[in-house]
């Protein structure tokens, strides 16, 4: 199946979970990133169980953030 | 690392701050990376999720709207940018806990003072360097 991940268009087996393709994206810092699948946020603990489809865009967010 | 922003675009994150206040405000910047250096080429005013005078959380759907706008525009993200409306221009424990991007430029503007002051910084290992910043 065809997926534009963060803009560039790739080819990824059938079946390829969020939690996979953070894997093989080498993502860094997983526990800080946030991801959307068609502009939907993906909740985190969802990762493992989210399937992805062909045609799917996925964007990878840093959750930004601070304090004074 | 040299950031240099121009004038137009600090002036729009101070209002931006301003506005704001008493609360903290943030934003992302893009443009152009050469020879090591970052041009700022555009400043996105987004919300603070948390509605804090001492915490901040850029809006994720605000984040990807600016990212595909990047991306549109062929810019490069930067890094971000956020204000501290009482206490100095530089990075808190919090800010540096939560920095994930070796590459960024975090940049702070203080309103601490009559003056505002923005200064740039970069985060990593759990430390912070100050970068030279240039508003022209």
Redesign the interface.
């Known amino acids: 199946m065809r997926l534009t991940v963060a803009?560039t268009q790739k080819d990824y087996e059938d079946g390829l979970t969020v939690a996979k393709l953070i894997e093989i994206e080498n993502v860094?810092?997983p526990a800080?990133v946030?991801v959307?699948v068609n502009?939907e946020?993906a909740a985190s603990g969802t990762f493992e169980t989210t399937v992805l489809k062909d045609g799917d865009i996925i964007?990878f967010?840093?959750?930004?953030?601070?304090?004074? | 690392m040299t950031v240099t922003l121009k004038k137009m675009h600090f002036d729009a994150f101070v209002n931006h701050a301003c506005s704001v206040l008493p609360n903290e405000a943030c934003g992302l910047i893009a443009g152009r990376l050469e020879s090591g250096a970052a041009f700022v080429e555009k400043i996105y005013l987004l919300t603070n999720t948390d509605q804090s005078p001492e915490h901040f959380s850029i809006d994720p759907k605000e984040q990807l709207a600016a990212v595909k706008d990047m991306r549109v525009l062929g810019l490069a993200p930067l890094g971000n940018v956020h204000s501290h409306p009482s206490s100095p221009a530089r990075p808190s424990q919090e800010d540096i806990r939560l920095a994930h991007d070796p590459k960024a430029s975090y940049l702070i503007l203080s309103l601490a003072q009559e003056e505002p002051v923005m200064k740039a910084f970069e985060i990593a290992g759990g430390a912070a360097a100050e970068r030279e910043i240039k508003i022209i």
């Open positions: 803009g860094e810092t800080y946030t959307s502009d946020f964007e967010l840093y959750f930004m953030g601070g304090g004074q």
